[in-house]
Every structure is written in structure tokens, then in C-alpha cells.
């Protein structure tokens, strides 16, 4: 009997999930990630209420205030492990009033529009749902250390992401 009530409830769930049931499927290819994740709406309001403020709506940040600029530069990040990690432990991002799944269309969006280069590679992953709830709730204990660990590997690479300047330029 129990068991049979449990099923009938996620049953039940299940049929009363309209918009996990509706959600299109993130497509295969990366010029169709492009199109998906540029229009979608929900990352836009997202992103506008929660990560606009600081990083503005052109995704330029405020360099002289230690936010850097996403533009040509965060899709970098996205190509090295440990660079996807950071994006989603950054403390703007991990502790956001939003779900994983919503961060991870976030994080999406933020590349697709400001490092649309990094769709044009045919390389790029999309973040997931799973892979953010992965990383999420391990905090950064040094926020600045690991962003110029990271510089580091990526300017021996020969890319060059955006300037960090907290904690440098007399400030
Ligand atoms: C209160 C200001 C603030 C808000 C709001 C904010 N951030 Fe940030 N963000 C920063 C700062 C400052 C940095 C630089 C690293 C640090 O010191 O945390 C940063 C860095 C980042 C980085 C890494 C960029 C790089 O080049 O190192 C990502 C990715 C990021 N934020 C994503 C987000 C997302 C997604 C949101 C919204 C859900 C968000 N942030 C909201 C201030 C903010």
C-alpha cells in the first residue's frame, strides 16, 4: 500500500510539472546553443536582476572597481576546467537568489552574448543544471588568488582574458 502511494504521488509530481515537462531540450550543435541561449527570456530577466547591477547590462563590469569585463574574455574561462568552476563559485554567481538550472542558462547567456566567439569554436559545453550543483557550494577562499592562478594558465596559453585589478592599481 505504501508503495503504491508513493508511486501514485510522484506520479502525481510528475503530471504537475508543466514547465519541466514543456522546457525545450538545450539543441546539439553549438550555432544552435547560440540562437537557444540568446533568446531566452528567462536568462535575460535573470541576468538583468541579478548580475546586471555590478556587471552592467553590457556585460562590461566596472574594471576600476574590480569587476572585470565579460566581453571577449569569459568564454575563456569556459574552455579550462577549473575556469568553469570559478564562473560558477564566484561569490556573485554561487550565492544568487537563483536555482542551479537557472544559473546554468545564466552562465550560458553571459557567454553567448558577451564571448559569442566561444559558440563559433564548435567547443563550447554548455553549463548544466548538474554541473553547477556540483561546483556551487564549494566557496572560494580566496576569490583574487584564484582569478590571477587562472590568468596565469590562460596567458601561457596565449589568451588573454579581461583585467582583474582588486587588490592591484592603488586600490
Ligand atoms: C555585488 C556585485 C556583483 C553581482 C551582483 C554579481 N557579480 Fe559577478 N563578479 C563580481 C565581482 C566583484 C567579480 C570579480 C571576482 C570577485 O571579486 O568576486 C565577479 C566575477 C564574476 C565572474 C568571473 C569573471 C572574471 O573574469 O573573473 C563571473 C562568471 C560572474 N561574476 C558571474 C556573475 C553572475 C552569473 C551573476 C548574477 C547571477 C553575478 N556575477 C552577480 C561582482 C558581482
Known sequence: MKAYLFTALVGALFILSPATQAKRPIPATNAEQLAYFLGNEGAYKDYMLQCAGCHRFDGKGAENRGI????????????????RSYMIRVPGAAQSQINNDELALVLNWIVANYSPEEYQSGHYRPFT???????????????????????QIMQEKGWQPANYLYGRAGR
Open 129 to 151: 543544471a548538474a554541473e553547477v550543483g556540483a561546483s556551487r557550494g564549494h566557496r572560494l577562499a580566496d576569490v583574487a588568488a584564484e582569478r590571477a592562478r587562472l590568468e
Open 68 to 83: 572585470p569585463s565579460f566581453v571577449d574574455s569569459i568564454g575563456l574561462f569556459t574552455r579550462l576546467p577549473e575556469g
